[in-house]
């Protein structure tokens, strides 16, 4: 189920990720703006500004909408019913059936995304995981072995936001158990080790590790990802094993930036991170020899 808290009439977070599934329907029925428009009787622009989120759309103009693109009755249902629905700043998905709409969203924000923020502290992020460190997570979570495969590609996949020709700056603080979690056995976490470091060779890229031996910082509080653009608000996302909520009040916002400094304070410089990491592979590899 979805749960929407009260807000104001900002671009949310929910409008853009609705625009950009709208947007989608419509690219792979093969329709441009300017000829939905015309089927709509509408003009070009007001179908622009319902995809980006900059005005939302009623029912009856969804319903429309789905059906000039002709979408199937899956996608019908499930975007009529969030039309229905009242909008809000603060969008909470709470459910295994709602994990497709947090993956949507997840890669909506990161797509637009120049910049990234992530304190993992129990797991290395899903924008730096491996194809076997990700598969590994999946099979322990129970999650049904139809559907790993595709999960794992998607999650690969995200890897675009910082590897495309206009990538995204990522600053990335992982917990020191992350890196010494026995994830799928001694090859799948040394490989990880290593995809980290190459990782945090590339210029867009800020790796820092957040040692056990600190004072608290905001990483024990749990996991959490602010995400920024050049052109509409930040927001945070927060995720955990059947949920997610995404954040884009000022106040929200406000308060996971002011708790970065402190993690930034207790972690180590990238260089340490680097050197540190590299310790933790070659003690894996005189265990293996």
Known sequence: MLRYMAGNTRRTIKARVFGAELRAA?????????????????????????????????????????????????????????????????????????????????????????????????????????????????????????????????????????????????????????????????????DQLRELLKLAEQPNVELRVVPIRTGWHAGLEGPFVLVEFDDRDPVISIENRVSAIYLDEPEDVSAYRAALPRVEQVAMSPAESSSFIADIVKEREEQDA
Do not use: C
């Not at 419509?26 to 500004?49: F, K, N, Q, W, Y």
């Not at 019913?81 to 969008?91: C, L, N, Q, V």
């Not at 590897?163 to 994830?183: S, W, Y």
């Open 26 to 190: 419509r690219e792979a029925s093969g329709l441009g703006l300017r000829g939905l428009a015309a089927l709509l009787d509408t003009s070009h622009a007001t179908v622009s500004r319902w995809e980006t989120g900059a005005r939302r759309p009623g029912v009856a103009e969804v319903a429309a909408y789905l059906q000039a693109v002709r979408a199937s009755a899956e996608v019908r249902d499930r975007l009529l019913e969030i039309a229905g629905e009242p909008d809000a700043p603060r969008w909470l998905s709470i459910g295994m059936p709602e994990q497709p709409r947090q993956l949507a969203t997840l890669l909506e924000i990161e797509r637009a995304a120049t910049r990234i923020t992530t304190v993992s502290p129990l797991l290395v992020p899903g924008l730096m995981q491996t194809a076997d460190y990700a598969r590994e997570i999946m099979i322990a979570a129970e999650v049904p072995a139809s559907e790993i495969d595709t999960r794992v590609a998607v999650r690969l996949g995200r890897r675009d936001a910082i590897n495309r020709k206009k990538p995204a700056q990522l600053h990335a603080f992982v917990g020191e158990l992350a890196l010494r979690q026995e994830i799928g056995g001694d090859e799948t976490m040394a």
